[in-house]
């Protein structure tokens, strides 16, 4: 029999929070709720839920702060669903190591969609680091660190490399341009916005078969960058 997986539902709308208690108990899965932020909390501490759907706007607290405070104690994804449409606050939860984010209304099939996908990275973290990783015509091996197109071995700069590894290991998730310059360059390590999107279309162009129309690398605008995980 498969894992149950529990999901923890943190919305102060009762009517969205029915909504998606009811698709996901469809779904198969099992599922917690609560309304407040102290609510959230404490029940990560107490049953440690496989996924956390969160609101941001909680009559308690922020819902940046509860990321903060889940982050400080569990990796376990956290997909933010919110009514603020302001980048700033998706950039924000994301920076503050949310793993998504979903803008109100939303296409239920597009939460579960997004489930799906947290809940098998979060299960391929606890396995074991693969040596190569295949995506259709894209193959990747970490021991050599060489790339293949249809088993052509592409050239990429090690920059280039490095930001592939970073997406394709984060995949499904989106990063935020301020989370990529950090990893790649390093704080003040004098990546900006624009050098970033140079090297993502130059990369593209080397593993893209339709750079207007990625398969892989997928553009999150005003956001980051998310390698496609379906
Ligand atoms: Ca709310």
Redesign the pocket.
């Known amino acids: 029999m498969e894992k149950e997986i529990t999901v923890l539902i943190v919305?102060?709308?009762k009517y969205i929070s029915n909504f998606i208690c009811m698709s996901l108990r469809q779904e198969g899965y099992r599922y917690l709720k609560t309304e407040t932020g102290r609510g959230a909390i404490s029940l990560c501490y107490a049953n440690n839920p496989d996924v956390v759907i969160l609101?941001?706007?909680?009559p308690d607290m922020d819902g940046i702060e509860v990321i903060e405070n889940i982050r400080s104690q569990s990796d376990k994804p956290i997909i933010v669903v919110?009514?603020r449409q302001e980048e700033g606050e998706k950039i924000r939860a994301l920076d503050k190591g949310a793993d998504d984010y979903v803008v109100k209304p939303f296409y239920m099939g597009e939460l579960l969609a997004r489930i799906r996908v947290a809940v098998r990275k979060s299960e391929k973290n606890s396995a074991s680091m693969t040596q190569s990783f295949q995506k259709e015509y894209l193959k990747i091996d970490f021991v050599k660190r060489m790339v293949y197109i249809d088993d052509q071995e592409v050239h990429l700069t090690p920059i280039e490399y490095r930001l592939l590894v970073l997406l394709v290991s984060n995949r499904g998730k989106v990063l935020t341009h301020n989370q990529i310059l950090n990893e790649i360059w390093g704080y003040g390590g004098g990546g900006d916005a624009n050098s970033l999107r140079v090297f993502m279309a130059t990369l593209r162009r080397k593993i893209e078969k339709d750079t207007t129309n990625p398969r892989f690398i997928i553009t999150e605008v005003g956001v980051g960058y998310r390698f496609a995980e379906e």
């Open positions: 919305e102060d709308d609101d941001l706007g909680l919110s009514a």
